[in-house]
């Protein structure tokens, strides 16, 4: 059971999800619903899910995010873009100015939901103060997109958040989430899991149902806004032969498991352009990856939900689907 000291506002707004139908989203929309907000969901295939508003919507677009956004008290950016760093050259610079400039139009607040990619190699725990210093492509660009809103919070043009997590698993989270990939979807079908590189080191992973949690109690606190915040998330992380034992006892199976290394996942970028472009953040994987959330916990007061419970309802979500 998580306390929350400092709850989201009791009062109904407008909350309009950028980038809906993928795992935050989808969370995210039923912790919105449950609080009785009215929810809008704008996408490009004009995603729907039962209680929302659907809206089909090109983020790239200036008019459709204007259109998306208009008469919203809370934006969420949740896009997800192909794994291609050219993909995200070419477009998470043109989605990020669009989005500020059409929350700034229609006096939105605006959550973006992030991810550690800027940060770079770290021995360190990663917190809100940890320096930009990205050795990707991906996260030199994630670096300047994070800038981009930041000089707009500094300036004062706009009431924003930005909310990171690690890697994340949970219900939703299907192929944008590699423990469930390698290791979940695996042992659920009675193969041999996967890990990446070196199954001893520690990871911290961020629970998706925590995610959505984390980015309502954000919204509704005044408080929270023109800061970076990290969501909850478990900690000490935890490493991948522990993670696929857990799953392999709520199963009823042997942890068994395969681990890839770099030549292998190298190899296997040549006929597939995803694990092509995951080849460069395989460094995430080469040391124990920290990320720290006290920040959020103290101050809402919040207990990020245990790798134990988290596997186990993760199970039991995709079991019933």
């Given at each position: 059971m998580n306390k929350e000291q400092n709850t989201p506002s009791k009062k109904p707004g407008r909350h309009t999800i950028l980038g809906a139908g993928g795992a935050i989203g989808n969370c995210l929309t039923h912790e919105?619903?449950?609080h009785g907000h009215e929810v809008r969901l704008a996408s490009r295939s004009g995603y729907a899910m039962e209680a929302t508003e659907s809206v089909k919507a090109n983020i790239d677009s200036y008019n459709d995010t204007l259109r998306a956004v208009e008469g919203s008290d809370i934006v969420y950016l949740c896009v997800g873009l192909p794994y291609d760093a050219k993909v995200w050259k070419d477009l998470w610079p043109k989605i990020m100015r669009n989005t500020i400039d059409a929350c700034k139009k229609a006096n939105a607040r605006l959550i973006f939901f992030d991810n550690v990619y800027m940060y770079g190699k770290t021995d360190?725990?990663?917190?809100?103060?940890?320096?930009?210093?990205?050795?990707?492509?991906?996260?030199?660009?994630?670096?300047?997109?994070?800038?981009?809103?930041?000089?707009?919070m500094e300036q004062g043009n706009i009431r924003a958040i930005i909310a990171r997590s690690a890697d994340f698993y949970g219900p939703y989270a299907a192929q944008t989430s590699l423990p469930y990939v390698m290791a979940l979807e695996k042992l659920m079908k009675g193969k041999k899991a996967q890990w990446m590189v070196d199954a001893g080191l520690l990871h911290s992973y961020s629970y998706t149902i925590d995610c959505a949690r984390g980015l309502n109690l954000l919204a509704g606190s005044d408080d929270a806004f023109n800061q970076i915040w990290h969501l909850p998330t478990c900690n000490p992380g935890i490493n991948g032969e522990t993670f696929i034992r857990l799953a392999a006892d709520e199963l009823g199976q042997e942890a068994s498991y395969t681990v890839l290394k770099k030549w292998m996942i190298k190899l296997g970028g040549?006929?597939?352009?995803?694990?092509?472009?995951?080849?460069?953040?395989?460094?995430q994987n080469e040391m124990n990856y920290h990320f720290d959330s006290t920040k959020f916990n103290h101050y809402f007061r919040y207990e990020p939900t245990s790798y134990e419970d988290g596997i186990r309802e993760t199970i039991h979500f995709f079991s019933k689907r």
């Amino acid at each position: 059971m998580n306390k929350e000291q400092n709850t989201p506002s009791k009062k109904p707004g407008r909350h309009t999800i950028l980038g809906a139908g993928g795992a935050i989203g989808n969370c995210l929309t039923h912790e919105l619903l449950s609080h009785g907000h009215e929810v809008r969901l704008a996408s490009r295939s004009g995603y729907a899910m039962e209680a929302t508003e659907s809206v089909k919507a090109n983020i790239d677009s200036y008019n459709d995010t204007l259109r998306a956004v208009e008469g919203s008290d809370i934006v969420y950016l949740c896009v997800g873009l192909p794994y291609d760093a050219k993909v995200w050259k070419d477009l998470w610079p043109k989605i990020m100015r669009n989005t500020i400039d059409a929350c700034k139009k229609a006096n939105a607040r605006l959550i973006f939901f992030d991810n550690v990619y800027m940060y770079g190699k770290t021995d360190e725990k990663m917190t809100e103060t940890t320096p930009y210093n990205p050795c990707s492509k991906k996260g030199e660009i994630r670096a300047a997109i994070a800038r981009q809103l930041e000089e707009e919070m500094e300036q004062g043009n706009i009431r924003a958040i930005i909310a990171r997590s690690a890697d994340f698993y949970g219900p939703y989270a299907a192929q944008t989430s590699l423990p469930y990939v390698m290791a979940l979807e695996k042992l659920m079908k009675g193969k041999k899991a996967q890990w990446m590189v070196d199954a001893g080191l520690l990871h911290s992973y961020s629970y998706t149902i925590d995610c959505a949690r984390g980015l309502n109690l954000l919204a509704g606190s005044d408080d929270a806004f023109n800061q970076i915040w990290h969501l909850p998330t478990c900690n000490p992380g935890i490493n991948g032969e522990t993670f696929i034992r857990l799953a392999a006892d709520e199963l009823g199976q042997e942890a068994s498991y395969t681990v890839l290394k770099k030549w292998m996942i190298k190899l296997g970028g040549l006929f597939n352009k995803t694990i092509e472009e995951l080849y460069e953040m395989l460094y995430q994987n080469e040391m124990n990856y920290h990320f720290d959330s006290t920040k959020f916990n103290h101050y809402f007061r919040y207990e990020p939900t245990s790798y134990e419970d988290g596997i186990r309802e993760t199970i039991h979500f995709f079991s019933k689907r």
